[in-house]
């Protein structure tokens, strides 16, 4: 394992890190080998679903009635935010335990253009027979108390390794423009980060949710105007 036995030089030139010195414990190796493969699945299935979603996209610019794709944000979990959120949740850091119970380690984020794209493009990836809805959360028909609105889906897609099929999880949450808009500066000011934020500002923060809410459907009504219904 010669990256493991690299020493990593830190700013002083002295050797910093785990796995930096010759008195590597073996554990530290096995866990290290197995950490690659599993994390390396969820690299996979991420890959997979990030294909079927670009085929959408480039499927649906050419059929006419335009993509309501507007960009597609990739992310894989790392090592150390997978750490945290075992420690949040009190899950054991075992890789059984975690794949039971972290279903987020591939995510991907799709930003339709209106509203009716994200539960188009949701049932388009859904109705695929190899991708299995095993949980859907609807933040667009309930949003969260702060405003928060998105279509979050888990779904299993499987992943052909050279001994084994896996069925991958991969957290695909769909929103459009004005939803990605709001939660994107709202996870800058305020999420998971600073719960003592004062409730007149947390209340602004949900009735600008309410104005980005107002904005797409003035957009999808002046879409339908002049071109009609997506198709
Ligand atoms: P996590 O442990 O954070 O994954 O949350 P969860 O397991 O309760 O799932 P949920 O579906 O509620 O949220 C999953 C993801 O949606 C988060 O990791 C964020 O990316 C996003 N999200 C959820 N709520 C909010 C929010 O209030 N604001 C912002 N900006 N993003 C949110
Ligand atoms: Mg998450």
């Not at 790392?78 to 075992?94: H, N, Y």
Request: some cysteine; hydrophobic content about 40%.
């Amino acid at each position: 394992q010669i990256v493991e036995r690299h020493a990593i030089a830190g700013p002083d030139g002295a050797a910093r890190g785990a796995g930096t010195t010759a008195a590597v414990p073996a554990p530290f190796h096995e866990a290290t080998d197995e950490l690659t493969r599993f994390m390396m699945v969820y690299k996979f299935g991420l890959a997979e679903i990030r294909t079927k979603i670009d085929i959408l996209a480039e499927e649906l610019a050419h059929r006419g009635t335009g993509n309501p794709i507007e960009h597609v944000n990739p992310r894989l979990k790392s090592a150390a935010s997978i750490a945290a959120k075992a420690r949040r949740i009190e899950c054991p850091l075992t890789f059984d335990d975690l794949r039971a119970r972290i279903r987020d380690i591939a995510g991907i984020r799709i930003v339709c253009s209106f509203v009716s794209d994200v539960y188009t493009v949701a049932d388009m990836l859904t109705r695929q027979p190899d991708v299995n809805p095993v949980q859907t959360k609807d933040y667009i028909a309930k949003p969260k108390d702060n405003g928060y609105r998105s279509l979050h889906l888990i779904v299993e897609i499987p992943v052909f390794l050279s001994d084994q099929v896996v069925a991958v999880p991969v957290e695909v949450q769909l929103r459009t423009v004005a939803m990605d808009f709001w939660a994107s500066l709202e996870h800058k000011i305020y999420y998971k980060h600073n719960p003592d934020i004062p409730p007149a500002l947390r209340d602004e923060l949900a009735a600008a949710a309410e104005d980005a809410a107002r904005l797409d459907k003035r957009m999808e009504r002046l879409h339908q105007e002049i071109h009609g219904p997506r198709r």
